[in-house]
């Protein structure tokens, strides 16, 4: 019903690079622990019912995760309850917080202090069964497949198998460019590929 004018995300702590829309501001120092996109309300630019803009980018060269978004429609911003000339980083983050539609995207994930071989194989679990959950992965036989991968990798692991591994993944990688045609979406067709290729 309304029209949008903001679109957030949280921030990572790996150096981020954010491209926007035209005629939409990125801004990443608003003290806030959030990303976020301004269209340029002026231009009339915001995104209209039954609209779609793509050019939301934020690129971090580490690995990718699911993470919330926020999207706020035009709104004259709260007011200020302590009658200072402007409202604090608190009281924007809040009303980002509870003044949004929001959901599940993908985007950048904060740098790794440690490698654990064990771990990455059970977040790949995880994303493969949070991608099916959000609609992601188009059937229980795409989602099984990939969880079948997983568990024989770490299967693999334990045996200390290191070239079988390398062999399932690649096996993964290429089912995953098989299926982003028909049966993942744009959204788990990147935390696979993305995440197993480096």
Do not use: R
């Given at each position: 019903m309304q029209s949008?004018?903001?679109?957030?995300?949280?921030?990572?702590s790996c150096d981020q690079i954010i491209?926007?829309?035209?005629?939409?501001?990125?801004?990443?120092?608003n003290n806030i622990p959030m990303i976020g996109w301004t269209a340029l309300i002026?231009?009339?630019h915001m995104i209209n019912s039954g609209q779609v803009k793509d050019g939301f980018v934020m690129k971090?060269?580490?690995y990718s995760k699911i993470v919330n978004y926020f999207v706020q429609g035009y709104r004259i911003l709260p007011d200020n309850p302590s009658n200072q000339s402007e409202i604090t980083a608190d009281e924007y983050l809040n009303d980002i917080l509870n003044n949004s539609y929001h959901g599940f995207t993908?985007?950048?994930?904060?740098?790794?202090?440690?490698?654990?071989?064990?771990?990455?194989l059970d977040t790949?679990?995880?994303f493969n069964q949070r991608s099916f959950g959000l609609g992601w992965i188009a059937n229980s036989l795409t989602e099984n497949k990939y969880a079948n991968y997983f568990n024989t990798a770490k299967t693999q692991f334990q045996q200390n198998n290191i070239a079988a591994i390398q062999n399932t993944l690649q096996t993964v990688l290429q089912e995953v460019n098989q299926d982003s045609s028909?049966?993942?979406?744009?959204?788990?067709?990147?935390?696979l590929r993305y995440n197993i290729a480096r």
């Open positions: 949008i004018s903001d679109v957030y995300l949280y921030k990572t491209t926007s829309p035209e005629k939409w501001l990125g801004d990443s120092g002026f231009c009339n971090c060269s580490k993908i985007g950048p994930a904060d740098t790794m202090d440690s490698f654990s071989p064990l771990g990455y790949l679990l995880n028909s049966n993942l979406t744009s959204e788990a067709y990147a935390l």
